[in-house]
């Protein structure tokens, strides 16, 4: 924690609030969202600064303390309009026009030195207009779980929304899926944005295409603004949109992410991943693991994820229609697929240490270490981890060196496939220069980082908490997870 001194409750020089706040969302009008208040919480402990974000906020760490994070985020004080979004969304496929920002808002927009606008979003700061029958709270177990998720994953390279802070707010909150009464937490979270796909969906149900063009006009602006000059700008924002999200789907398989909660309010128009609730990395390959306790039929299984981002692009073409010629849409969707495949390929390929690999046996070398993996059920992270760390030059010797010294032999020598897997590995890296071998080092070291954020683990540093306020196995985490360059 940065312990640079300001008085606590001195807020004319708290940095927070002297940024540039732009208006974006606000100056589209009160058809978008509602102005509210946050809670008044008994306590603002702050439990988590993102120091490493500070810089793109145009913020010196050093410059920053303590008390400047939660009396802007833990007491909310000295800004406004906070605005609570209004959407709706295809819940687990049931449309719901109950939605809204129900324990969050936008506390505000800011232009990074990046030069892109970013969103500042609560969560767990209170009731507003959507809460329906919740508390508008966040459990503490529910904020560190968020800001882990965020963190491993944009190590990872997925694109992410990141947690600027975490604060605990002293409630006890009842919870059917957290022993109970369990602690809460305001988390903070900087967004590229948060239109989401139900954004649209409320519009198109309440029959508004003229507040439906306004939005879409100002996400092409903020989100898109290269588009702006072409004739045809909304297609070409449908089929980016496309592109971006079947990216961003092909970078959670890549990762081993399971997001757990694909609904259409869950989905960001910008294509950025965030709201990370039940989500669970793999512990092993497995198509149907499924993260979330209620997903009873497991629609956001694993391996359902590429199907369902494309199935709710797919339901987007209906509020969208008003604006966007519908056969365009779908002749931009049937891109999906191929933009899905280049990139986990792509993506798959550096975890097995290659930059890229223009051979005919690329995508045997993907089929085999797919099957390989969901076969001996060796661990997901571990088996990447393996490689990375066990890779040496003799593996070009002879196929039996391939991957020796790791404990994965014990486990998989047996198996054919396996077997087979290190031959096809030998033979690839026979067909390159000798030279090559420390870049695929290097390459297998960049993509595949020794800690994985695996449920058991986050549990190993949940408990310490829960039992006796002992913060220091989590710090020790997240430095785990960021110091992997
Ligand atoms: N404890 C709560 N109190 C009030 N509303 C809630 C609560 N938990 C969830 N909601 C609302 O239920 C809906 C779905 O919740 P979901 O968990 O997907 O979103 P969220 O996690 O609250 O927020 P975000 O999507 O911004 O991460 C949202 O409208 C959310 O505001
Ligand atoms: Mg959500």
């Not at 969103?119 to 968020?146: A, H, I, Q």
């Not at 390279?157 to 707010?169: A, P, Y």
């Not at 290269?226 to 959670?252: D, G, S």
């Not at 339901?315 to 697929?337: C, G, R, V, Y």
């Amino acid at each position: 924690m940065n312990l640079a001194q300001t008085p606590n409750n001195e807020n004319s020089h708290n940095p927070f609030l002297t940024l540039n706040y732009e208006p974006a969302l606000e100056s589209l009008g009160d058809d978008y969202y509602d102005e509210v208040s946050a809670a008044d919480f008994p306590q603002h402990i702050l439990r988590w600064r993102n120091d490493a974000l500070l810089p793109l906020l145009g913020l010196n760490p050093q410059a920053v303390t303590d008390a400047d994070f939660s009396n802007a985020f833990g007491k909310f004080q000295g800004r406004k309009p906070l605005l609570a979004l209004r959407y709706h969304g295809y819940q687990f496929g049931t449309y719901n026009p109950n939605l809204g920002d129900g324990r969050g808002f936008l506390y505000g927009q800011i232009r990074a030195t990046d030069g892109q606008l970013y969103d500042f979003g609560t969560k767990g700061s209170g009731k507003t207009p959507y809460s329906r029958g919740g508390d508008g709270m966040l459990t503490l177990k529910g904020g560190v779980r968020e800001v882990l998720a965020a963190e491993a994953l944009h190590q990872l390279g997925v694109r992410t929304s990141r947690c600027l802070t975490m604060i605990e707010t002293g409630l006890s909150l009842w919870r059917g899926d957290e022993p109970s009464p369990t602690r809460s937490s305001v988390m903070v979270r900087v967004n590229s944005s948060h239109i989401r796909f139900g954004t649209f969906e409320r519009l198109h149900y309440l029959q508004r295409p003229d507040l439906s063009k306004k939005l879409l006009d100002h996400v092409i602006q903020y989100y898109y603004p290269h588009l702006i000059e072409e004739k045809n700008q909304y297609v070409l924002f449908y089929a980016e949109l496309v592109k971006r999200v079947a990216e961003l789907t092909a970078q959670w398989m890549a990762a081993g992410f399971c997001h757990a909660v694909l609904n259409t309010d869950n989905m960001s128009i910008t294509g950025e991943s965030f709201d990370y609730g039940p989500y669970a990395f793999i512990p092993t390959y497995d198509p149907y693991f499924t993260a979330a306790y209620f997903d009873y039929y497991r629609r956001y299984c694993y391996s359902h994820q590429p199907s369902i981002c494309q199935l709710n692009l797919e339901m987007l073409q209906e509020p969208l229609k008003a604006i966007i010629d519908k056969a365009e849409m779908e002749s931009a969707l049937t891109k999906f697929n191929q933009y899905y495949q280049a990139e986990y390929r792509s993506l798959m390929l550096k975890k097995l240490g290659f930059e890229e690999l223009q051979l005919p046996e690329a995508n045997e070398l993907l089929n085999l270490t797919i099957q390989f993996l969901q076969d001996s059920q060796v661990g997901y992270h571990q088996f990447f981890y393996e490689m990375a760390v066990n890779f040496a030059n003799t593996w070009r010797d002879d196929p039996e060196m391939v991957m020796k010294g790791s404990d994965l032999i014990s486990t998989s020598g047996e198996l054919k496939i396996f077997e087979n897997w290190c031959v096809l590995y030998h033979k690839i890296l026979n067909y390159l220069d000798s030279e090559y071998m420390d870049v695929i080092a290097q390459t297998l070291a960049k993509n595949n980082p020794q800690t994985a954020l695996l449920r058991p683990l986050i549990e190993s540093v949940w408990e310490p908490i829960a039992q006796e306020d002992n913060w220091q196995p989590f710090d020790d985490l997240v430095k785990k997870i960021t110091s992997h360059s």
